[in-house]
């Protein structure tokens, strides 16, 4: 019963009960989304609620065991703050598993920071201060995080879709290290017990560096990480624009051949009204075949049932023709998907370009390549099968060895796929059999890239 008292006379103040509502008003405000709207209010809200209450548990529950376990007391308020942003986030966030991490890391680093800062500050100045007073100092030190969740959710690191592993071990680290060292420092000179030890201007000189550099870090990251994709983004714009210019050259060469079979048509006709009144049979027999084999060679406009599909597979149809390369298709699709055309025609004709290239370099033309698109389990399915260079191991091939000049437009063509299927919540496989690269891209139909930045 003592803990218990002790608990909310003493440690569940009015300054303590603000910190609280600031860390939890943070996480909600970082990892969920909120609207003008009034639903969406409530339910901001009541994140926040709930939040507070799983602050508020796992700091009773560890304060509990800390006054009957003596050495935990210098590190229950942490250990209860890491748990709490962990089951916040596992209960509300809606960000991807990367983001999670830097976020939790740097909100972590930052909540003990402060709060230690806080502590620090109303030693040092005055261990009898009065409580409105320190309830102020409380709000003003405290708003450093929330004015921090505020500049984040502008320029939130979850917008990057391209975060590295570096990236994540570097933020990780430095936050790490920086609770570590204060961690240390409170066991060494028994700091939570000690009122004299907190009045050291160079730990909250310390601790003032280390809020500092939290910010700097998380914002180097973010704004080097956002380089990054900006960069990826003209180029994908790039590729996109040549690829336009492409489509349109083979249109119009497609629309030429057609007025060149036109005008053969009617020449033909004449041909063969000519050798009927002449009695030609055999000769007329000899015509006709190699007038349909003319015909067969010309690609014809398919129906997959979808318009951009259809747009997309016959200007890559065209693409192939004019490379002497033949494209197998079978689609089972509905007629409206939930993606933006620009995703779609993106993921696609990279697919099947590297396809194009992989054949013609293989000089295997009289194989077709494969294309696959149906609907699997709420997922659009497209599959890319076609020969490759003969002289290439398994290794080479899943590592994307290219036999292309341009390397880098190649390795280029596979980023864009794998951030289209990440952008709508699915995946991308590749595998090598028998001679044949197999090309597996996923999209989420339920998802419509809601995750996206």
């Known amino acids: 019963m003592n803990a218990i008292s002790d608990f909310f006379n003493i440690v569940y103040s009015v300054s303590f009960i603000i910190q609280l509502f600031v860390m939890s008003f943070s996480f909600t405000l970082i990892f969920t989304n909120v609207e003008k709207k009034a639903r969406s209010i409530i339910y901001f809200i009541l994140r926040i609620a709930a939040c507070f209450t799983i602050y508020t548990a796992y700091t009773f529950s560890f304060f509990m065991l800390a006054y009957y376990c003596k050495p935990l007391f210098y590190y229950n308020y942490f250990i209860a703050y890491f748990l709490s942003l962990v089951t916040c986030c596992l209960i509300f966030s809606k960000l991807d598993k990367r983001s999670n991490v830097i976020l939790?890391?740097?909100?972590?680093?930052?909540?003990?920071?402060?709060?230690?800062?806080?502590?620090?500050?109303?030693?040092?100045?005055?261990?009898?201060?009065?409580?409105?007073?320190?309830?102020?100092?409380?709000?003003?030190?405290?708003s450093l995080i929330g004015a921090f969740a505020i500049i984040v959710k502008s320029n939130s690191i979850s917008k990057i879709s391209n975060i590295t592993g570096n990236s994540i071990f570097l933020v990780v680290s430095v936050n790490s290290v920086f609770v570590t060292l204060v961690c240390i420092?409170?066991?060494?000179?028994?700091?939570?017990?000690?009122?004299?030890?907190?009045?050291?201007?160079?730990f909250i000189s310390t601790l003032s560096a280390f809020y500092v550099l939290e910010i700097l870090v998380y914002f180097l990251i973010?704004?080097?990480?956002?380089?990054?994709?900006?960069?990826?983004?003209?180029?994908?714009?790039k590729k996109m624009l040549e690829a336009d210019l492409q489509a349109m050259t083979l249109t119009k060469q497609s629309v030429k051949e057609i007025h060149d079979i036109k005008h053969d048509i009617k020449n033909q006709y004449l041909v063969m009204q000519t050798m009927l009144e002449q009695n030609k049979e055999k000769e007329l027999e000899i015509y006709l075949r190699k007038a349909g084999a003319d015909i067969a060679n010309i690609p014809l406009a398919a129906d997959y049932g979808n318009k951009d599909l259809n747009t997309i597979i016959n200007i890559e149809t065209l693409k192939a023709h004019s490379m002497n390369v033949t494209l197998s298709v079978i689609a089972k699709v509905p007629s409206?998907?939930?993606?933006?055309?620009?995703?779609?025609?993106?993921?696609?004709?990279?697919?099947?370009?590297?396809?194009i290239e992989a054949t013609k370099a293989s000089g295997q033309l009289d194989i077709p390549i494969t294309c696959i698109f149906n609907i699997k389990q709420d997922y659009f399915c497209t599959v890319i099968k076609n020969p490759v260079l003969k002289s290439l191991t398994r290794d080479d091939i899943l590592s994307f060895k290219s036999s292309k000049k341009d390397s880098t437009s190649?390795?280029?063509?596979?980023?864009?796929?794998?951030?289209t299927a990440v952008k709508y919540n699915g995946y991308v496989e590749y595998e090598f059999d028998n001679g044949f690269f197999i090309a597996e891209a996923f999209l989420d139909m339920k998802h419509g890239g809601e995750n996206h930045g």
Not at 117 to 127: A, G, Q, V
Not at 228 to 234: A, I, P, W
């Open 410 to 419: 190649h390795g280029l063509g596979h980023s864009i796929v794998e951030k």
């Open 104 to 142: 939790i890391a740097t909100l972590f680093g930052m909540e003990v920071t402060v709060s230690q800062l806080e502590h620090s500050l109303m030693f040092f100045y005055d261990t009898n201060m009065a409580s409105d007073l320190k309830a102020f100092i409380s709000i003003c030190l405290f």
């Open 336 to 355: 409206i998907l939930p993606f933006e055309l620009n995703d779609l025609c993106s993921l696609i004709c990279n697919l099947i370009d590297n396809a």
């Open 185 to 202: 420092y409170i066991g060494i000179t028994s700091y939570v017990f000690a009122a004299s030890a907190s009045s050291d201007i160079y």
């Open 222 to 237: 973010y704004l080097d990480l956002k380089q990054n994709q900006d960069n990826s983004n003209l180029r994908i714009e």
